[in-house]
């Protein structure tokens, strides 16, 4: 029994250049964040450390992170009982979601980071990496897909936010809560949704070709932004009001995109659904869905996104993709 431990930089491995030094950069190795946590030892399974990448998470990418979770799945076929990845927190919703996207394994893959560095007091880092291994070691989070798991919580890849910009309790999952939390060092999981089948594996080159836009309506919004658009982007997502709802003026604009190019609707509040057939106005959920914009459902237009991309980049015409909305969404 080991874990895997991949780290990708982050607030979590930043310190000044010299001691006590303002500002800070990605310094720290996965050898100097095991450490710094007490209580590891006793997990009762070694860490296997590995230094993948150290950048803020800013400079994570598609490619990047199809890397990692295909070394992650090696780790495992060798015989990992579970992986933990360290990252900035700033790009974590998007990239643990595109992970448990595309992880086949019942083993855990854990995201975790810190908001707080190690210069600093109160640094959260140690306790969410431990929090993190002992998620991914417990044999109750298997078949979950990817977890995150910071302040003592665990969280549903395909839920969770970073919802608040300097807190440590800023991850959050505002459709449906976590799905446990870490008790005296215990794993207690309250709720276990089902599993839904990785996508099937990615070409990078695709990947790297497949441009995805994202547009959020705002007040007053004549869409001048995404003129041209369906020439520059295979996909765009739509973060519209409230329950999905754009401008009357910008209805005109989407439905010419969405002839062209998948075109998927999305709220911008942060948390709920795009309705389906509640409000018939021009700019509506159902004017939209008429013009040929899919329904995203219940995800952010980042986790959207996220979808949206993998999906092109794997080949999926226009009803695949309305279908995987309609699974995911
Ligand atoms: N800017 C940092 C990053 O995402 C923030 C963090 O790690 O919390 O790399």
New binding site residues.
């Given amino acids: 029994m080991s874990i895997a431990l991949f780290t990708l930089?982050?607030?979590?491995a930043m310190a000044g250049v010299g001691p006590g030094e303002r500002p800070v950069v990605t310094r720290l190795t996965g050898a100097d964040l095991v450490a710094a946590v007490p209580g590891l030892a006793g997990l009762g399974a070694p860490l296997d450390v590995r230094d993948a990448l150290a950048v803020?998470?800013?400079d994570l990418s598609y490619r990047r992170l199809i890397d990692v979770v295909a070394a992650a799945a090696q780790a495992v076929t060798d015989g990992a009982t579970g992986v933990v990845v360290t990252q900035?927190?700033?790009?974590l919703e998007e990239t643990a979601f595109l992970a448990d996207l595309i992880w086949p394994h019942a083993a855990p893959l854990v995201f975790t980071?810190?908001?707080r560095n190690p210069t600093l007091a109160g640094a959260d880092g140690p306790a969410n990496l431990l929090a993190a291994a002992r998620v991914a070691a417990s044999p109750d989070a298997r078949d979950l897909g990817v977890l995150v798991a910071v302040n003592d919580q665990i969280h549903a890849a395909r839920w969770v936010r970073k919802t608040h910009s300097t807190s440590t309790a800023t991850f959050a999952s505002p459709n449906a809560g976590p799905l446990g939390h870490l008790v005296e060092g215990r794993v207690r999981l309250l709720t276990r949704p089902p599993r839904r089948p990785a996508l099937p594996p990615v070409d990078p080159a695709r990947l790297d070709a497949t441009r995805v836009a994202l547009h959020t309506v705002t007040l007053d919004d004549d869409g001048w932004q995404l003129d041209g658009l369906a020439e520059r982007r295979h996909g765009l997502v739509v973060a519209g009001f409230g329950v999905g709802h754009v401008p009357s003026a910008l209805a005109p604009v989407l439905s010419a995109l969405a002839e062209g190019i998948p075109v998927v609707l999305t709220s911008r509040t942060g948390a709920g659904a795009v309705l389906r057939h509640t409000y018939g106005a021009v700019g509506s959920e159902t004017d939209l869905q008429r013009r040929g914009l899919l329904n995203g459902g219940l995800l952010d237009p980042y986790k959207a996104l996220v979808l949206l991309r993998l999906l092109l980049a794997a080949g999926a015409d226009r009803d695949a993709i309305a279908e995987a909305f309609a699974r995911h969404g």
């Fill in positions: 930089g982050g607030t979590i803020p998470s800013a900035g927190t700033d790009t980071g810190a908001m």
